[in-house]
């Protein structure tokens, strides 16, 4: 999502409601939508699986090609946890979450990427081509 706030958005020549810019943003993004009600934003999901025990800071990005691309969580453990218990509290956590319908996989990364200003600015762009890689799952 970065690039949304890097490069200029070129938007219709029609004034869109919210949610239907909202629609048109992620699909320029690359996340395939189920319609115009859907509404997922990166920030917030996050922090609902921050606080699962086990995770130190996790990451919402978009796997696959332009167009077509599935959300993905990719989640930094914390310290010493165990991976498969890791994995199956994030599943849990995805079935309490109505937003979590919209992640297709987890994905686990030693350290996320972050900008070195700030250490709190993730690099998506990054772990997208990590992901796409042949990431561990």
Same mark, same amino acid.
């Given at each position: 999502f970065g690039?949304?706030?890097?490069?200029?958005v070129r938007l219709p020549? %029609?004034?869109?409601? &919210?949610?239907?810019?909202?629609?048109? *943003? $992620?699909? #320029?993004?690359?996340?395939?939508?189920?319609?115009e009600a859907l509404e997922l934003w990166p920030v917030p999901l996050e922090n609902a699986f921050e606080r699962t025990r086990g995770v130190a800071r996790a990451a919402l990005i978009g796997?696959?090609?332009?167009?077509?691309?599935?959300?993905?969580?990719? %989640?930094?453990?914390? &310290?010493?946890?165990?991976?498969?218990? *890791? $994995?199956? #509290?994030l599943?849990?956590?995805?079935?309490?979450?109505?937003?979590g319908a919209h992640i297709h996989d987890f994905l686990l990364h030693p350290a996320l990427p972050?900008?070195?200003?700030?250490?709190?600015?993730?690099?998506r762009e990054d772990l997208k081509r990590w992901a796409e890689g042949g990431a561990p799952r």
């Open positions: 690039w949304l706030l890097n490069r200029g020549r %029609v004034v869109l409601a &919210p949610i239907a810019h909202q629609h048109h *943003l $992620l699909t #320029r993004a690359g996340l395939s939508t189920d319609g796997v696959g090609a332009r167009g077509a691309e599935r959300a993905h969580l990719v %989640v930094q453990p914390e &310290p010493e946890v165990e991976p498969a218990e *890791l $994995l199956a #509290r599943a849990a956590r995805r079935a309490e979450l109505a937003e972050v900008d070195v200003r700030h250490n709190a600015k993730i690099r």
